[in-house]
């Protein structure tokens, strides 16, 4: 079983809210856009009309990866609220 497959089998229970905040004054600056790369759940995208960055939360893994890698500080990381978020099937 590859790693795309294992991911696929977790389940999340969505928030309304997004528990990540990304500034989008601060994106517009960033050439690097290290979040489109590093992001194992591909979360993050641009929207082609707008050209603002776009984060789909709901499929999120909770790695903190984004957090680290976007070293420009556009990003307000937390934990989604107890109740809601990933659960893990393989670890
Ligand atoms: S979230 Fe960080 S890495 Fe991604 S585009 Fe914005 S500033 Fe760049
Ligand atoms: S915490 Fe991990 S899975 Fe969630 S958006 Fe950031 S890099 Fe992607």
Known sequence: MNI???L???AFILDK?????????I??????K???YVCPGRRYSVNQETGE???????CLE????????VDGALDWNYPRGGFGVQ????
Request: charged content about 25%; overall charge negative; some cysteine.
């Open 17 to 25: 809210e997004t528990h990540i905040v990304v500034n989008q004054e």
């Open 53 to 59: 960055m776009a984060l789909e939360f709901g499929g």
């Open 63 to 70: 790695c903190g990866t984004c957090m680290i890698a976007c």
């Open 27 to 32: 994106c517009k600056e960033c050439e690097a």
């Open 34 to 36: 290290y979040c489109l």
């Open 88 to 91: 893990y099937r393989f670890g």
């Open 4 to 6: 795309e497959t294992k």
């Open 8 to 10: 696929g089998l977790d």
